[in-house]
Structures are given as C-alpha cells and as structure tokens.
C-alpha cells in the first residue's frame, strides 16, 4: 500500500521558511572564548546566550565559523535536538563535553586557537516531530559546505527530494 502526503507544497514552504530564519544574519550570535579556554569564565561570559536558549528550547540550530579574525562567517554544521536538550547539546559543541557525544567541541577549539571566530542560530520546529526533517533535508542541501557534518554517519532516512 502506497500513502501519498498531499500537502507536499506546504512542505516544502515551512522548509524553505526554516532555512531563511535558521540563516538569517540577525539571529546569529557569536560566541566569546578566552585565550586560556576557561570553560566557567566561557559559560559566564555567554550566559545570556544559553538562558536564551533555555528559554527558547530550539531544536535546530547551525554553527558558522571564520578562519580568523577578519574573514567571513562560513556554514559549518547543522545539527538537531530535542527541545528540552538544546541547552546542553550546544554546550556540548562550543563549550564542554561528554567524550561519547558526538559533539564539535574539537574543531570550534582548534578554530578559536588559531584566531577564528564562532557563531551559532537557532530555530524551534513545531511539531519537534518535524526536527529530523528539516535538519536532514538542509543538510541534503548545503552537504558541500557542512565541512563538520560526516557523511554517512547518520541514516539517510528522508529523501534527497519531496
């Protein structure tokens, strides 16, 4: 039996709505980092960024970096959570982490180092449900610049077209 989703346009609307806010320069929002990588001093100077997130519960979110200092903010990953985990998922990546997620965190470290910048957005995708779409489908789509994203590490399970 074959089950047709007939709103395929709506669809395709409230993903292209998802992008334009996820990617919009206004809601993006650097991080600041210290030489020494003092992670309570990090978390203290960031921590109106993360009650915001705490507030807001996104369940998307994208990770632009830059190569130092006076370079241009590039899409590097795109990743997903659950609404009630996104404050801990972002700490994961920019902050601190648990060796067993599969969190950033080493790459935005080496890029801070070196004299890069780091910049996160964030959407919430209601129904949550709706989540693991969206992600997969833009990470279908910008997969040549999401140099963070590994291939083939997560199941294909949308396809690359509605």
Same mark, same amino acid.
């Given at each position: 039996?074959?089950?047709?989703?007939?709103?395929?346009?709506?669809?395709?609307?409230?993903?292209?709505?998802?992008?334009? #806010?996820?990617?919009?320069?206004?809601? /993006?929002?650097?991080?600041?980092?210290?030489?020494?990588?003092?992670?309570?001093?990090?978390?203290? !100077?960031?921590?109106?960024?993360?009650?915001?997130?705490?507030?807001?519960?996104?369940?998307?979110?994208?990770?632009?970096? !830059?190569?130092?200092?006076?370079?241009?903010?590039? &899409?590097?990953?795109?990743?997903?959570?659950?609404?009630?985990?996104?404050?801990?998922?972002?700490?994961?990546?920019?902050? !601190?982490?648990?060796?067993? !997620?599969?969190?950033?965190?080493?790459?935005?470290?080496?890029?801070? /180092?070196?004299?890069?910048?780091? #910049?996160?957005?964030?959407?919430?995708?209601?129904?949550?449900? &709706?989540?693991?779409?969206?992600?997969?489908?833009?990470?279908?789509?910008?997969?040549?610049?999401?140099?963070?994203?590994?291939?083939?590490?997560?199941?294909?399970?949308?396809?690359?077209?509605?």
């Amino acid at each position: 039996m074959t089950l047709i989703f007939e709103q395929k346009i709506e669809l395709e609307q409230f993903l292209e709505e998802c992008e334009s #806010k996820l990617f919009a320069e206004e809601i /993006k929002v650097e991080i600041i980092y210290n030489p020494k990588w003092d992670i309570s001093e990090i978390k203290n !100077t960031n921590n109106k960024l993360f009650d915001s997130i705490g507030e807001i519960k996104p369940n998307i979110y994208a990770i632009f970096a !830059t190569e130092n200092k006076d370079s241009d903010f590039r &899409l590097k990953y795109i990743g997903q959570t659950n609404s009630q985990g996104a404050r801990t998922r972002l700490t994961n990546h920019l902050i !601190t982490k648990n060796d067993k !997620t599969g969190a950033q965190l080493e790459k935005v470290k080496s890029i801070v /180092k070196n004299g890069g910048r780091i #910049k996160i957005s964030f959407i919430k995708i209601e129904p949550e449900s &709706l989540r693991h779409y969206i992600e997969e489908m833009l990470i279908e789509k910008y997969k040549n610049k999401l140099e963070w994203n590994t291939p083939g590490k997560r199941k294909n399970s949308f396809p690359s077209k509605i």
